[in-house]
Every structure is written in structure tokens, then in C-alpha cells.
């Protein structure tokens, strides 16, 4: 049985860091496309991150220059590396992971997801 499970969210105040860490097991990350989203309230689910299974990425332009993905697949475990944050970076935070190579569909057909990790910057 394929979980995901995130950890690593908290309240953090404007231009701190958080590093959030989403652990997988039931099989292995590596040969899959993984994703980091985010859904604030009222707002609509939205992709930030995606590494592919070749170690290339792609951001959302708003996290551009302050997040970063990376996965070590020995651990079998996906990172965000949050930096200068931001009130609007606000959200509830869902690792995921497609079956597939990420290829020109960085945020889109993802089957698993993890429950959340709740990521609350202050001014």
C-alpha cells in the first residue's frame, strides 16, 4: 500500500525557513515524478515544486529563487526546502507522486497524496 506522509510544516515568521519532509513507503520514489502542492483557504490546490526521476525540476514562478525540491531516494523520502518566506506562502502543504515521468506535465496526473503539513508564515 503506497503513503505519504508529510512532516516539517509549523508557524514560522516572514523570512524564516522551514524544511518539509514527506516519506514514502509501500514502494520506492525513485523512478517516479514527485510534487509538492499547496491549498490556502478559499483558494484553488496549486503546484510548487516537481522533481523528476532524472533529478530535474520545476517551480511555480512564485517560489522561484526561495524553495527548493530535492528527494534522496536511499530514504525513499521527498524535501521541500522553504526559504524567505512569505504570508502568502500560507497554505496547507501535500506531497504527491505520478507513476511516470513528470515529461511537460510538471503538476498534473498525480494518484497519491499524502494528508498535509499546515505551513503558517506571520508578518
Known amino acids: 500500500q503506497v503513503q505519504l506522509v508529510e512532516s516539517g510544516g509549523g508557524p514560522v515568521q516572514a523570512g524564516g525557513s522551514l524544511r518539509l519532509s514527506c516519506a514514502a513507503s509501500?514502494?520506492?520514489?525513485?523512478?517516479?515524478?514527485m510534487g509538492w502542492f499547496r491549498q490556502a483557504p478559499g483558494k484553488e490546490r496549486e503546484g510548487v515544486a516537481a522533481?523528476?526521476?532524472?533529478?530535474?525540476?520545476n517551480y511555480v514562478d512564485s517560489v522561484k529563487g526561495r524553495f527548493t525540491i530535492s528527494k534522496d531516494n536511499a530514504k525513499n523520502t521527498l524535501y521541500l526546502q522553504m526559504n524567505s518566506l512569505k504570508p502568502e506562502d500560507t497554505a496547507m502543504y501535500y506531497c504527491?507522486?505520478?507513476?511516470?515521468?513528470?515529461?511537460?506535465?510538471?503538476?498534473?496526473?498525480?494518484?497519491?497524496w499524502g494528508q498535509g503539513t499546515q505551513v503558517t508564515v506571520s508578518s
Open positions: 509501500g514502494y520506492t520514489i525513485r523512478w517516479d515524478c
Open positions: 504527491a507522486a505520478k507513476r511516470a515521468w513528470c515529461g511537460g506535465n510538471w503538476f498534473s496526473g498525480f494518484g497519491y
Open positions: 522533481i523528476d526521476r532524472d533529478g530535474s525540476t
